[in-house]
């Protein structure tokens, strides 16, 4: 039972160009939701986060959208750069619960 | 900020050894660690919770007799791998959690495990 959902595999974005990547969950008790970056044979590295409470949160070129009735959330990266190209997942956590349940992970590429 | 050191990074052993992976947290103190595998083009799956001086909580379909998971220290736990088989091959990333709350989770660089 896949609570968190990515259901692009994969995104190519022109450099300068706004990458969007969504995120889906079925689960109404996620009250926390995080986006994480991970290169090849590395961990994860924390991006940005959004508290249920939220329907937006902004970090530089980074920006979470949150839609609560949809149970959908979407990563914004302005302006894509080169090295913005890395699997991203969304991940989300409910209160009481410390453990992340990850999505399946988009593979965003850059084109120079 | 906070770092989480992971080793080895790749391993590759004979089918019926036993490997262990380590996880520090490097400057500070991790009250919970956090194990996950992941599969190739797959989501991260959490394995199992452990907490410093107590056994490791473990995720539902884990052996908990294959996957040994030692938290000996605030800052130091371990993923045993015993009688490892060719379909434990993954890659295994740990992550301690500074603190209470969502902001402190910080993942190792993972550990590439081959199974021959």
């Known amino acids: 039972d896949q609570q968190v959902k990515q259901n692009s595999p994969s995104l190519s974005v022109q450099e300068g160009r706004i990458s969007i990547l969504n995120c889906d969950y079925t689960?109404?008790?996620?009250?926390?939701f995080l986006w994480y970056k991970k290169y090849p044979a590395e961990g994860p590295t924390f991006l940005i986060s959004i508290s249920s409470i939220k329907d937006k949160n902004e970090d530089g070129r980074f920006t979470v959208f949150l839609n609560k009735s949809a149970k959908h959330l979407s990563l914004h990266i302005v302006p894509s750069q080169p090295g913005d190209s890395a699997v991203y997942f969304c991940?989300?956590?409910?209160?009481?619960?410390?453990?992340?349940?990850f999505g399946t992970g988009t593979r965003l590429t850059i084109i120079p | 900020g906070a770092v989480v050191s992971q080793h080895p990074s790749w391993v590759i052993c004979k089918s019926g050894t036993s490997v262990k992976i380590e996880c520090r947290s490097l400057?500070?103190?991790?009250?919970?660690m956090f194990w996950y595998r992941q599969f190739p083009k797959q989501s991260l799956m959490l394995m199992a919770t452990s907490n410093e001086g107590s056994k490791a909580t473990y995720e539902q379909g884990v052996e908990k007799d294959k996957f040994l998971i030692n938290h000996a220290s605030l800052t130091l736990s371990t993923l045993t791998v015993t009688s490892a088989h060719p379909e434990d091959s993954s890659f295994y990333i740990c992550s301690a959690q500074e603190g209470q709350g969502y902001y402190g989770y910080t993942f190792g660089s993972g550990t590439r495990l081959t199974v021959v």
């Open positions: 991940a989300a956590s409910y209160f009481g619960n410390e453990k992340l349940t």
């Open positions: 400057d500070f103190q991790a009250t919970t």
């Open positions: 689960n109404s008790m996620f009250d926390y």
